[in-house]
């Protein structure tokens, strides 16, 4: 099994920015890809970005331009930098890890990120 413990959501106002973490551990032995989901009140959740073990990354393009994602092989952590935030990026926002050759996917158990004044 692996655990991912995510941190770093919160309250910040429009045009601020949050950096969320993913930490992962547990039986970790080939991680192809790191990413994050989002779920808004009464939406389906959407990617918002994605990391490869090859350094590949895939953006939402309602973030692209705004958010970074980057991942610390050594510590097993991945980490979304998210700035010029909009009331819009409000939502639950949902680590993930796959793994092995089936590509097996974990997830995290969700951070809440309001975007507000």
């Known amino acids: 099994q692996v655990q991912l413990v995510e941190s770093g959501g919160g309250l910040v106002q429009p045009g601020g920015s949050l950096r969320l973490s993913c930490a992962a551990s547990g039986n970790i032995f080939s991680i192809n890809r790191m990413g994050w989901y989002r779920q808004a009140p009464g939406k389906e959740r959407e990617l918002v970005a994605s990391l490869t073990n090859y350094g590949s990354t895939n953006y939402a393009d309602s973030v692209r331009g705004r958010f970074t994602i980057s991942r610390d092989s050594a510590k097993n952590t991945a980490y979304l930098q998210m700035g010029s935030l909009k009331p819009e990026d409000t939502a639950v926002y949902y680590c993930?890890?796959?793994?092995?050759?089936?590509?097996?996917?974990?997830w995290g158990q969700g951070t809440q990120v309001t975007v507000s004044s």
């Open positions: 993930y890890l796959q793994q092995g050759y089936t590509d097996y996917t974990y």
